[in-house]
């Protein structure tokens, strides 16, 4: 089975620029997360879809962050306009959808900001 | 307070040796454990997941969780120096995952 991919892996970016990350969940997977781990910490939740909906944002600043997935497969994650404090390990996790199924996590993009 | 507290370490441990990780939370209202091992440039991978008080065993790891004390434990048996990496616990309940900050293991050849 293959895991959840994600792309780029490494990006470095100005400060006031924009980025976007691309997640691929596992095949089947209902549920995605995107979670953002800054260095030293644990990953704290963003943003969780169920298929193409939004199931909770809450965590998610949304004055700069947005994230979509329109067919309910991949999704993406856009920062706009980065900040020094966005410097992180965006990672995406899926799973299978039932209420409380384990969550498989990608290797994550390290974003830099100068 | 933090919701879920983890001591970061770093702990360092002969190969061979027995190794204890532990967390501690305050919301009563998780019920779902799990651990998550995380390599150097590398996503969480799932160790364990478990549901309610008492142990879970697999291979050389067994997890524990005691609700009553709100304290979840990772044992790692006969420890490897491929069992070097950061250990995370998480908590999960109707949408609301968190996660312990990592405690980041070595195991000394």
């Known amino acids: 089975e293959a895991g959840v991919a994600q792309s780029p892996r490494y990006k470095i970016i100005e400060k006031r620029q924009s980025v976007a990350f691309w997640c691929n969940p596992i095949?089947?997977?209902?549920?995605l997360y995107w979670y953002q781990q800054i260095l030293g910490q644990g990953p704290k939740l963003l943003i969780q879809?169920?298929?193409?909906?939004?199931?909770?944002d809450s965590q998610l600043p949304k004055d700069r962050f947005s994230a979509e997935r329109l067919k309910g497969v991949d999704s993406t994650l856009k920062i706009q306009p980065a900040k020094l404090e966005d410097s992180a390990v965006y990672l995406c996790?899926?799973?299978?959808?039932?209420?409380?199924?384990?969550?498989?996590f990608g290797d994550g993009t390290r974003l830099s900001i100068l | 307070q933090k919701e879920v507290e983890q001591d970061p370490g770093p702990l360092s441990v002969p190969e061979g040796a027995i190794v204890s990780l532990n967390c501690t939370y305050s919301n009563s209202a998780f019920q779902y454990f799990m651990w998550y091992r995380q390599y150097s440039r590398k996503g969480p991978e799932l160790l364990m997941y478990t549901y309610s008080s008492g142990n879970k065993e697999d291979g050389r790891f067994t997890a524990q969780v005691d609700k009553s004390s709100k304290y979840i434990s990772l044992f790692i048996r006969d420890s490897q120096p491929s069992d070097s990496a950061t250990y995370l616990c998480a908590m999960y309940n109707n949408n609301d995952m968190r996660f312990g900050a990592g405690t980041r293991l070595t195991v000394k050849p």
């Open positions: 095949s089947g997977h209902a549920t």
């Open positions: 879809f169920q298929n193409n909906g939004v199931v909770d």
């Open positions: 996790a899926s799973s299978s959808g039932g209420a409380n199924q384990p969550q498989h």
